[in-house]
């Protein structure tokens, strides 16, 4: 069970696959069409095309490792703390020395005032849960990351 978006870069076509024993994909299928409504042809096909060359996503971990080590690079030069990042193209960072606001207040802050998103850590939790950790995307165009206004904080 996966997902195309994340593990191919096409995180906005939201499709998902399962690959399982005849036993388990009929139970899956019995549930699929309450949890999926459709996904559309056009992107289906255009999955299928897109796996029919794999150099294209056997590129993929070369790919986000240079996103990976330029974003950190950047972020080296401000007042964030980064935590370690592998396996994903999300960096966690500690921004204690920047703000003591709580995540999500820090987040709307940083969204509103210096038109950077980060996501906070504490939505991910059931319970109130606070760890002065925020989550940056660094899968985009490196002039979407905005790091010259990270680094002013």
Not at 5 to 14: I, S
Not at 33 to 54: C, E, K, R, W
Request: with cysteine.
């Amino acid at each position: 069970m996966s997902s195309f978006g994340k593990t191919f870069h096409v995180t906005g076509w939201k499709i998902g696959y399962v690959a399982a024993p005849a036993a388990l994909s009929a139970e899956f299928r019995k549930v699929h069409q309450f949890n999926v409504f459709t996904v559309n042809t056009s992107m289906q096909i255009g999955l299928a095309h897109y796996l029919d060359d794999p150099k294209p996503y056997l590129d993929l971990p070369a790919f986000y490792q240079k996103k990976r080590d330029f974003f950190r690079e950047g972020l080296a030069k401000t007042r964030f703390s980064l935590l370690p990042s592998e396996g994903t193209y999300f960096q966690c960072v500690d921004y204690s020395k920047i703000s003591d606001m709580p995540e999500a207040e820090f987040s709307k802050w940083l969204t509103s005032e210096i038109g950077v998103a980060a996501i906070p850590v504490s939505a991910f939790y059931h319970e109130n849960h606070e760890s002065g950790v925020m989550r940056f995307c660094f899968a985009k165009k490196e002039e979407t990351l905005a790091l010259e206004r990270l680094t002013k904080l």
